[in-house]
């Protein structure tokens, strides 16, 4: 078996614009917090968690309290619930067709590592018509940092579908992603266009998409990156 690994927001779903305005306007409504670095990359950790923890660490001078992490969180879902309700997350296009068409078997096997909580990553893919629990995931509830929320996910992907993985392929947007794989020796697929594409080849993606348009052509550099490993 082969294990691809999928990142959520900007990968899977439509929501780094929308999932940002409720992250920095939950800073403000809920401690105050204005003037947030919203370049995710200069954060040490670049997940919900881990960005949560350096802001309120910056601001207060202490580590927050569980108390204090949901009731940030809770607020920002409602956010994000109610963005939803005006108008639906779409799918990155053919996201939802390549996650099915995956499903169906072969020698492939699908897991999720989201920087997210994840409450708002069921949220966001139901939303856009996936749904978040048919898949082994980890997320931002689970550590501060990617390495080893792509570690767990991958663990629990091996104790849904019994047994361990030949290789295993992560497919993300950020150079956050493309930095962590690098670190935990995964191959990286990348997703964006334009600037982001050219700093996704930079940091070391081993090709990169626009999309899941064109599933074909996709899958066969995945294919080729499993059986060269």
Known sequence: MHLVMFDIDGTLTETMKIDEECFVRSFKDVFGFADIDTDWSHYPHTTD????????????????????????????IHLLAAASSQSPFVPVAGADRL???????????????????????????ASAGMCFDDHPAASADDALDRESIMSLSKQR????????????????????????????GVPFIGIGTGRRATRLSAEGAVCVFPDFSDADIFLKSVYEITNAA
């Open 99 to 125: 996650l099915s068409r995956l499903a169906q078997g072969g020698p492939h096997r699908v897991s999720l590592a989201t920087g997210g909580w994840r409450d708002s990553a069921r949220l966001k893919m």
């Open 157 to 184: 992907a091996a104790e849904r579908y019994g047994g361990s993985f030949a290789c295993t392929v992560y497919v993300g947007d950020g150079v956050w992603d493309a930095r962590a794989c690098r670190s935990a």
């Open 49 to 76: 968690s881990g960005i949560f923890h350096d802001v309120f660490t910056a601001r207060i001078g202490r580590s927050p309290r569980a108390q204090e992490v949901s009731q940030f969180r809770q607020h920002f």
